[in-house]
């Protein structure tokens, strides 16, 4: 059997047992493979062949052009790959057991403080609020809270064409984009999971919403006051404006009517933090603000965790670092004797 055919039945292992995530997946795909064409050119034809000196070479080789951080995917990739090799009998013994990932720098998250935050979200609320009184049409249909008010198709219908008006859909977009944020500061959620999220994953009676987070692992969340007024406004108002006959249940649409991007959900948080004077932060500065404020505010460790769907409760410890710099701040400020 080729090495190639090896590294399929691997991917094979990977999604069916492994629950990781399609860009994972792509991105060990591409560390083995590069490995083992750089293998190959030595002409080393099978894995039994290969030794750790040759794989440290390899790794030698690489670390010449790429960060650490990529060299210690790229050995974690490695170390799967032979391990699985082993375990299935492919190889007699496993010659990437004794690699070592590079210890790597643990910076602190970039976080905004929660007057900041505040400062973030009055400003969106304001600026949706201006901007959708001259625009959105207010005899838009009932609520289409799980479907209500929806044909069948969950869409709404309209007899004209002003409803897509420039300014109609400038106010659905000012809705839209005040929704986003809300509910990335109030759930903590990646903004991969944002833009994934559909109509029937939001539970308004119970303010909490199903997300699809890394590996198709699903998870509730809960959300406030500010985010669900944030979303009935969207959805009854601003979504309405925006539908189209392939919209489906996405919950965010552009103003083609199609899904939104990431791109598009980065490009919104950037804008409304420049606007509201704040540091400059993406959506996943918000999710690391979300979990320090909840645990400055005495939220348990691991329910922080599972809000955030974290696999490591090593991950989330990150934050309590955030909240002692800022413990250590304020005693600065307010003892005497600091």
């Not at 759930?187 to 119970?206: H, K, N, P, W």
Request: proline content about 4%.
């Amino acid at each position: 059997m080729q090495m190639d055919e090896h590294v399929h039945d691997f991917v094979t292992y990977l999604v069916a047992n492994c629950g990781l995530s399609d860009n994972t997946v792509k991105a060990y795909v591409s560390d083995i493979d590069s490995c083992l064409h750089t293998l190959s050119l030595r002409g080393i034809r099978s894995l039994d062949a290969v030794s750790v000196d040759d794989l440290r070479s390899w790794l030698a080789r690489e670390s010449r052009s790429h960060a650490r951080t990529s060299m210690a995917r790229r050995i974690v990739a490695i170390r799967r790959f032979f391990a699985w090799a082993h375990e299935h009998g492919v190889i007699d013994t496993d010659p990437a057991s004794t690699l070592t990932t590079p210890k790597l720098a643990q910076p602190l998250p970039v976080v905004l403080n929660e007057a900041q935050a505040a400062r973030l979200m009055q400003q969106v609320e304001t600026d949706s609020r201006m901007r959708s009184t001259a625009g959105v049409r207010e005899d838009a249909p009932e609520k289409v809270h799980g479907g209500v008010g929806a044909d069948t198709d969950g869409e709404h219908k309209r007899g004209d064409d002003d409803a897509r008006s420039p300014s109609a859909l400038d106010s659905a977009m000012a809705l839209r984009d005040a929704a986003m944020v809300e509910v990335l500061y109030a759930t903590g959620m990646r903004v991969a999971e944002l833009v994934g999220l559909d109509l029937d994953a939001i539970d308004f009676s119970q303010r909490t919403m199903r997300v699809t987070g890394k590996g198709n692992k699903q998870r509730v969340v809960p959300f406030g006051v500010p985010a669900a007024h944030a979303l009935e406004r969207w959805i009854d108002l601003g979504r309405s404006t925006c539908v189209m006959p392939d919209s489906g249940r996405a919950l965010f649409l552009g103003v083609r009517g199609m899904r939104i991007n990431q791109r598009v959900a980065r490009q919104v948080v950037h804008a409304k933090a420049r606007e509201a004077g704040v540091p400059d932060i993406g959506p996943h500065a918000l999710r690391h603000s979300a979990a320090t404020h909840m645990l400055d505010g005495g939220a348990d460790l691991r329910e922080v965790q599972e809000m955030l769907g974290h696999a490591s409760l090593n991950t989330t410890q990150r934050y309590t670092h955030v909240s002692i710099e800022g413990l250590k701040g304020r005693y600065r400020q307010a003892f005497p004797r600091a």
